[in-house]
């Protein structure tokens, strides 16, 4: 199973604690307000480590920090939003290992998405505005481990995310948010594997 580093573990647990402050600080502030409705557009770009490569027997795979890229197409009805996203992630193969028996292999994991998302935005009287969403949808996955071979597999997918947004003005806000995206497992020439990852990400949003 892939392990987070010492340093990674301490950076989210700092990220998680002040997300919480913020959000239950944001919760308590008086002079909730709703924003309009209408159509908006949003991109985000973060980094990604994929949490659990673990496959049906003993063996599993480690891999590098990746990329992670995504663009949304929504609707807003004053604190809630729905949209639909495409997103792309990449992460680096280095390690192969089973049974103790460590192996350096070259390759990559490569995910393309479709979700449908669903999203409720905590409104106040502040420019930040916290934010909770859940998506559902499929991934077409390609594990390509060079000496290995290639498999793809097209698996249902779910995510949950919480971020804030800070309002530049009436039509853009930018947005940092943490999501976990996870699959039913894929199908690899017979082997199961296990995929989901944990993703932090920097964006923006415009409102039409």
Request: a negative charge; glycine letters at 10%.
């Amino acid at each position: 199973m892939l392990k987070f580093k010492r340093k990674e573990i301490e950076m989210m647990k700092k990220i998680m604690i002040i997300s919480a402050c913020l959000l239950f600080a944001l919760m308590v502030t008086n002079g909730f307000c709703a924003e309009s409705e209408g159509i908006y557009t949003s991109g985000n770009l973060g980094v990604t480590n994929w949490n659990d490569a673990s496959l049906g027997n003993s063996a599993t795979i480690d891999s590098d920090t990746g990329i992670v890229i995504d663009g949304a197409l929504g609707y807003r009805w004053g604190q809630f939003r729905g949209e639909g996203e495409l997103s792309y992630q990449k992460n680096d193969l280095y390690n192969y290992i089973e049974d103790g028996y460590v192996e350096r292999i070259k390759g990559d994991t490569t995910r393309n998405s479709l979700m449908f998302n669903g999203y409720y935005d905590f409104a106040n009287s502040t420019p930040f505005t916290p934010f909770l969403g859940a998506g559902l949808g499929l991934s077409h996955i390609k594990v390509d481990a060079r000496s290995y071979g290639e498999c793809t597999d097209t698996v249902f997918t779910y995510s949950a995310s919480a971020g804030v947004a800070l309002k530049i003005n009436d039509a853009m806000s930018l947005e940092v948010k943490y999501s976990y995206l996870a699959t039913s497992d894929l199908d690899l020439d017979g082997s199961s594997l296990e995929y989901n990852n944990h993703n932090v990400m920097f964006g923006v949003r415009y409102n039409f």
